[in-house]
């Protein structure tokens, strides 16, 4: 392993406490989530014009373990898009999901009860933002904040598998609901809406191509499934169903390209350096997919472009060695 030339801890502990860490390397007791910024670690490591920095991987929005000009936070899972307390006692600031609210479906454009949710949800966002964002702008905007693709969870390294080989037409697996438990609230809460519309619409696919769905009670019972098994299926599909989650932001987009297969999503966020452009198939509401999959399917040039376009946007996009290269080439403007 290289001798990296940067101090790096790992807060994503049970208790917040932070770990001494030398990305990659995997750690006990800590998010699923490190693999992935383990291995951007390492490659942003191997790319820094300069070493002597600290950075904290943390999901800790109010305090870091230390503070001054020398420290960088990455700050991940925060779906508020709040600015973090300490942005003026640190180098920069990385999130792996939002910098501000971000509004992606509008009940005027295309009215529905979903996206009359989803507006909702927006308006909550920036209850959130604003108090944090006042504070930075009040300081001088004193430490730069920039996104990071959100990564990818629960997944192997296979070999990519082509995709005229691929035995699955369409696969989804995950969460439908919050929890099984759930409050009226959460049963009616867009995410749950917009999901339970998606299974429906695939169910009806079936006999007519091979429909793979396998809804779990809840994010938790997702991230619990068997990495091996979840990782065969998702290979062995064409087209993967990508709806957004609690947030337009969500793993399974990255795991998607990362394996060759072809997304269908209900969002695809606009202005960010890591989605814009990105190749797959968008559709404004799920029952859209009655049309669009069996188009799809019929079309194998088509198919096998989006599977290679798909390949190359997480290679040069969402990958960690990308991912990397861009966070050393923005720590580094901050010398010049």
């Given amino acids: 392993m290289p001798e990296l030339r940067n101090r790096y801890f790992n807060c994503l502990t049970r208790d917040r406490s932070p770990l001494a860490w030398r990305p990659p390397e995997a750690l006990d007791g800590v998010l699923a989530d490190s693999a992935y910024f383990g291995a951007l670690l390492a490659e942003m490591d191997g790319r820094l014009a300069r070493g002597g920095l600290t950075f904290y991987v943390t999901q800790d929005l109010e305090r870091l373990p230390s503070y001054g000009a020398d420290v960088v936070a990455i700050v991940i899972g925060d779906e508020l898009a709040r600015v973090p307390a300490y942005v003026d006692r640190v180098r920069a600031v990385f999130k792996n999901q939002a910098v501000r609210p971000l509004l992606t479906a509008s009940p005027l454009r295309d009215p529905s009860w979903i996206n009359l949710w989803w507006y909702a949800s927006y308006l909550r966002t920036w209850r959130h933002h604003l108090p944090g964002a006042m504070r930075w702008l009040a300081a001088g905007r004193p430490a730069p904040v920039w996104l990071l693709p959100i990564g990818v969870l629960n997944q192997l390294e296979l070999p990519v ?176």
């Fill in 161 to 336: 598998k082509p995709i005229a080989e691929r035995r699955i037409d369409v696969f989804f697996a995950g969460s439908v609901t919050h929890r099984r438990d759930a409050e009226l609230k959460d049963r009616v809460a867009p995410k749950v809406l917009a999901r339970q519309a998606m299974v429906a619409a695939a169910e009806r696919l079936r006999g007519t191509c091979v429909v793979d769905l396998q809804a779990t009670g809840a994010f938790a019972e997702s991230i619990a499934q068997s990495a091996q098994a979840y990782s065969e299926r998702l290979m062995d599909a064409r087209i993967a169903l990508v709806p957004r989650g609690t947030t337009a932001d969500t793993a399974r987009f990255w795991q998607a390209l990362r394996y060759g297969c072809v997304v269908i999503t209900d969002t695809v966020p606009r202005h960010r350096w890591f989605y814009d452009g990105a190749p797959v198939v968008r559709v404004g509401r799920w029952d859209e997919l009655a049309e669009v999959v069996p188009a799809l399917l019929a079309d194998t040039a088509r198919l096998a472009d989006l599977h290679e376009r798909g390949l190359a946007w997480w290679r040069e996009r969402g990958s960690p060695a990308a991912v990397g290269a861009y966070a050393a080439g923005r720590l580094d403007s901050l010398d010049r």
